[in-house]
């Protein structure tokens, strides 16, 4: 049974700050991808990474996949408030026939000022 | 198309009484999935669909869960003889078929309250 596991489970630092998030996974996957979730609300796609090595960077954010560590990181730089949320890691424990994602325990991130 | 619809967004209920929500997905995607996430945890899978097939369910989806999808584009996820530990988030997502990305895009969610 796949299991994903995330670190920190709450994150909490100060604007300007850089920070990562990690994420690892018991079984052979290269497909793996980050949510963010604001309370209350739905999961926004935010990275999807499909290869070792890949990495992706969208402003302050930069994902990272070792498919061989079995290791994702998602790296955070000089945070501003408004990342303040939770982050999800999602693997894919693709079989061929179906796919269906796996995902940690989540990351909450609060930014203060 | 604006993404994958959700309805009713909050659902307040007795214990016993039964519940259905729908779930719209994103119109050309053939994938369709069911998780429930409760306070503080990540979404948990509950069952898959392709087109009409429903592929796999998760244990955790007991004789009082079924979901339909019965004509390949909307599906309905209704729960019998709720009880308080059902009250979580459902969330429905959708994906497309074939080659390597498979990534899945998430409704709003129904937020289950059973009392």
């Known amino acids: 049974e796949l299991k994903v596991e995330q670190n920190p489970l709450f994150l909490s630092m100060q604007e300007g700050k850089n920070y990562t998030i990690y994420c690892n996974y018991s079984?052979?996957?290269?497909?793996l991808y980050w949510y963010r979730q604001d309370p209350g609300k739905s999961l926004e796609s935010l990275f999807v990474?499909?290869?070792?090595?890949a990495v992706k960077q969208e402003g302050r954010l930069m994902a990272s996949l070792d498919t061989k560590a079995r290791l994702s990181t998602l790296h955070i730089t000089a945070a501003v408030h408004d990342l303040s949320a939770t982050y999800f890691c999602?693997?894919?424990?693709?079989?061929?026939?179906?796919?269906?994602?796996?995902f940690g325990t989540g990351t909450r991130l609060q930014v203060t000022l | 198309d604006t993404g994958v619809s959700q309805d009713p967004r909050h659902k307040i209920t007795k214990r016993g009484q039964n519940v259905t929500f729908r779930c719209d997905p994103i119109?050309?995607?053939?994938?369709l999935y069911w998780y429930r996430q409760t306070l503080g945890q990540g979404p948990e899978f509950l069952t898959y669909?392709?087109?009409?097939?429903?592929?796999?369910k998760s244990r955790l989806l007991s004789d009082r869960f079924s979901a339909e999808r019965p004509k390949g584009s909307f599906s309905t996820l209704e729960i019998q003889r709720t009880e308080q530990g059902d009250s979580a988030m459902y969330l429905c997502?959708?994906?497309?078929?074939?080659?390597?990305?498979?990534?899945?895009?998430f409704g709003q969610g129904t937020r289950l309250t059973v009392v």
């Open positions: 997502a959708s994906s497309l078929t074939g080659g390597l990305n498979t990534e899945a895009f």
């Open positions: 079984t052979t996957s290269d497909r």
């Open positions: 990474l499909l290869s070792n090595g």
């Open positions: 999602a693997v894919d424990g693709y079989t061929g026939t179906a796919s269906k994602l796996t």
């Open positions: 119109s050309e995607h053939n994938r």
């Open positions: 669909f392709q087109n009409e097939a429903q592929l796999e």
